[in-house]
Each structure stands twice: as structure tokens, then as C-alpha cells.
Nanobody, 127 residues
Framework: QAQLVESGGGSVQSGGSLRLSCAVS????????MAWFRQVSGKEREGVAA???????SVADSVKGRFTISQDAAKNTLFLQMNSLKSEDTAMYYC?????????????????????WGQGTQVTVYS
């Protein structure tokens, strides 16, 4: 059974930075996509960024130029570097994983396309 555990969330002043981590275990697919999503209570879950097994990435327009997704495959860890944080970035952040089909990048930002999810880590940006 795959397990994803997020860490690194917290409270930060607007304009500041945070780095989220997601440790993955029990997942052995050679072709995969890992992604970050966020959700505010009462709102739909929103895709933030995704990265696949060969390093291609997709980033949502709302965070482009501020957030960077990366991974350390040898350590089975996903990262989200968040800079220039704004109050509207406040949300619960989740990491997720899906297998990738041959011939596709798999870089979906749709929550329903992902099979495995972490428990979430809270990010709060204050003014």
C-alpha cells in the first residue's frame, strides 16, 4: 500500500517562502506522476504543480513564477518550493501520485486523475 506523508507547512508572512516535502513509500511504478494540490474549506481542490518520472513538469498559472516542483527520485521525495507567498495561497496542501500511461506525460492537475494521496499539511500566509 502506497503511503505519502507531507511536511514543511506552517505560518509565514506574505512575501515569505516555504518548502514542502512529501515522502513516498510502498509505490513501485516505474512510470508515474507526482503532484501538489491545495484546498480551502468550502472550495474545490485545486491543482498546483505536477512532475513525472523523467522530470517534465506542469505548473498552474496561479503560482507560475513563484512555485517550483522538484523531486529526489533516489530518496522517494517530492518537493514544492513556494516563494513570494500571498494570502490567497493559504490552504491545506496535499501531495498525490498516479501511474503514467506510456506515450503521455501524465501531467494532469485534475484531482480525480490521482490514485494515492497524503494527509495534507497546512500553509497559512498572514499579512
Amino acid at each position: 500500500q502506497a503511503q505519502l506523508v507531507e511536511s514543511g507547512g506552517g505560518s509565514v508572512q506574505s512575501g515569505g517562502s516555504l518548502r514542502l516535502s512529501c515522502a513516498v513509500s510502498g509505490f513501485s511504478f516505474s512510470k508515474y506522476v507526482m503532484a501538489w494540490f491545495r484546498q480551502v474549506s468550502g472550495k474545490e481542490r485545486e491543482g498546483v504543480a505536477a512532475i513525472n518520472d523523467y522530470g517534465m513538469a506542469s505548473v498552474a498559472d496561479s503560482v507560475k513564477g513563484r512555485f517550483t516542483i522538484s523531486q529526489d527520485a533516489a530518496k522517494n521525495t517530492l518537493f514544492l518550493q513556494m516563494n513570494s507567498l500571498k494570502s490567497e495561497d493559504t490552504a491545506m496542501y496535499y501531495c498525490a501520485m498516479r501511474p503514467r500511461a506510456f506515450g503521455n506525460t501524465g501531467l494532469s492537475l485534475e484531482p480525480g486523475d490521482y490514485n494515492y494521496w497524503g494527509q495534507g499539511t497546512q500553509v497559512t500566509v498572514y499579512s
